[in-house]
């Protein structure tokens, strides 16, 4: 969601060197996007190695001697301090009620619960003197993939043909947005039935959930589980006539590549945080307890409930299965 400022920046500033400082996980997406020069990434799988990597890395930075750090966390105090110890020259920040991380800055943009986070990183760019866009201007950037990507995933392919690409994990960091498998099963069979065809997708942080499934769906369906890089989803996600998914990575993805799209919110404010584009539908039952997830707690989500996630529970089948049919190509 932050990729359309890399390419403004870029567009504006096209003999600056761009380096994005990210987490090891986000690596890859992140090199994948053409606009960032140099990728930079912080492991953080061991706590108590953790302080000397957040160490090296300000010292990694303090050797670039950096014109300008953005910083597009919007409660972590610790990218604050980073940022504000890698000896750059100007720092942009965002301002979160209640969280000194702001002071470290030189210039900061207030968080609103009530805009996307799309146009709220946007406003970075009237910081640099360059003209905000309207929303309806604003895209998220394409992943680029090559040929290989494309001969690879279309081995893999016999037919694309009324395709619909499931995601039904949601990995582990936030087990409270995710739509039971159950349902994805049902929803499965329900469109098998119809003609369509199953694609599932995922990572090996998604193996519980997608086992579930293939042990409960005995139709047939393509099955490309943990066996694409980025690149060559980004091209699968092309081929299909729609997405389905909780809130997760992908969808972001998918919404990038302008693939008519569906995605269930609950713990999660599609508002704020929702897959960005003209084909992307989002399903969200507002409770009186949603979001549970904010700026204000840094996104945790604190259900009330854990076993019984009504916000996700009350998105039925039939409303999911009857909006995937409305916006398949």
Known sequence: MVSPVFRQ?????????????????????????????????IDISNPILLPARILNTVNTLRKEKIDLVIDFEQYSRTSAIISFLSNRKFGIGFDLEKNPRQLLFDETIPC???????IEFEKILAKVGLEERPAEKIKLEKIDYKHEDVKFVDSLIKSNKNLIVLHVG???????????????????????????????IGSKQDFAE??????????????????????????????????????TGP???????EVPSVVLYGPSNPVEYGAWGGNVH????????????????????????????KCMLDISVDEVEKKILEVMR
């Open 282 to 309: 989002h399903i969200y039952k507002r409770l009186w307890c949603s979001p549970c997830g904010s700026k204000i707690n840094s996104n945790q989500y604190l259900c009330i409930n854990k076993v019984y996630q």
């Open 112 to 118: 609103n619960d009530s805009e996307h986070i799309v």
């Open 210 to 247: 997608v086992e579930a499934f293939k042990n409960a769906f005995s139709r047939g369906y393509l099955d490309l589980f943990n066996k694409l890089s980025i690149p060559q989803l980004a091209y699968f996600l092309t081929k299909a006539s729609a997405y389905l998914s909780a809130d």
């Open 251 to 257: 969808a972001h993805l998918a919404a990038a590549m």
């Open 170 to 200: 949601n990995g582990p960091n936030a087990p409270e947005k995710r739509w039971p498998t159950e349902r994805f099963v049902e929803l499965a069979e329900r469109l098998h039935k119809k003609g369509i065809k199953i694609g599932i």
């Open 9 to 41: 920046l870029k567009e504006a500033f096209p003999d600056a060197e761009i380096i994005f400082l990210t987490l090891k996980a986000n690596k890859k997406l992140a090199s994948a996007y053409n606009a960032i020069d140099r990728v930079i990434d």
